[in-house]
């Protein structure tokens, strides 16, 4: 059974530093990778989705990669501001299986302080 | 497009009482997903329909729930009788469908408390 894991689980920062967020999964066969952002009260925002076959995506001040063979993604956030806090949360899709059957894991919750 | 749409923001109810779970997808969507996110278990797959079809609800915890599409745009989950450990936050998704369009798009969720 696939298995998702994100550390650590909250991290605080002081506004513009890189900062790095993990997420491992437990079998590499999957199809892709997404990243989430989630703020307090409000639903799932999808920032990027990696294909199994790339192995990175960026869009803005984010940079997802994606080392499918040993289960591991990092999401980097260059120069962080207070508007980045929010809860990020991976989740794959397995291989043989719809886009409708993602496994989450349960999230990073990151604070960047003024 | 004013996004997934779901109400009511905040539910606070007694054990045993009726809960129903408003959704309005994002119009054109063919797919709508229902999950639950607790801390202990994290955000988890209830029920989706494609095409207001139930497809896949072998994550609807028990015969307590079922969920209905009676229409493109509108949706329902329904819990009777409610418990105290169905309390969590309920999402509803949509989602145009797989290849570059599989990405979901989530309503802002439904608070539910049972007492």
């Known amino acids: 059974k696939q298995e998702v894991t994100q550390i650590p689980a909250a991290l605080s920062v002081p506004e513009g530093e890189n900062l790095v967020l993990n997420c491992s999964f437990t079998?590499?066969?999957?199809?892709?990778l997404q990243w989430f952002r989630q703020d307090p009260g409000k639903g799932l925002t999808s920032l990027l989705l990696?294909?199994?076959?790339?192995r990175e995506q960026t869009s803005g001040r984010l940079n997802a990669s994606l080392d499918k063979s040993s289960g591991r993604s990092t999401l980097y956030i260059a120069a962080s501001q207070p508007g980045d806090s929010a809860t990020y949360l991976c989740a794959v899709r397995p291989e043989n299986t719809g886009f409708q059957k993602l496994v989450f894991g349960t999230g990073t919750r990151l604070l960047v302080s003024p | 497009d004013a996004g997934v749409i779901q109400s009511p923001r905040h539910e606070v109810t007694e054990m045993g009482q009726e809960v129903t779970l408003r959704c309005k997808p994002i119009s054109g969507h063919d797919y709508l997903f229902w999950y639950r996110q607790t801390m202990m278990r994290g955000l988890e797959l209830l029920i989706y329909f494609n095409n207001n079809v139930p497809i896949d609800d072998s994550g609807m915890p028990e015969d307590r729930f079922s969920a209905k599409m009676p229409n493109a745009s509108f949706s329902t989950l329904k819990i009777q009788p409610s418990e105290p450990r169905d309390s969590a936050v309920y999402f509803c998704?949509?989602?145009?469908?797989?290849?570059?369009?599989?990405?979901?798009?989530f309503g802002s969720g439904t608070q539910l408390s049972v007492l």
């Open positions: 998704a949509s989602s145009l469908g797989g290849g570059t369009n599989e990405k979901l798009f």
């Open positions: 079998d590499s066969a999957i199809y892709n």
């Open positions: 990696i294909q199994s076959s790339q």
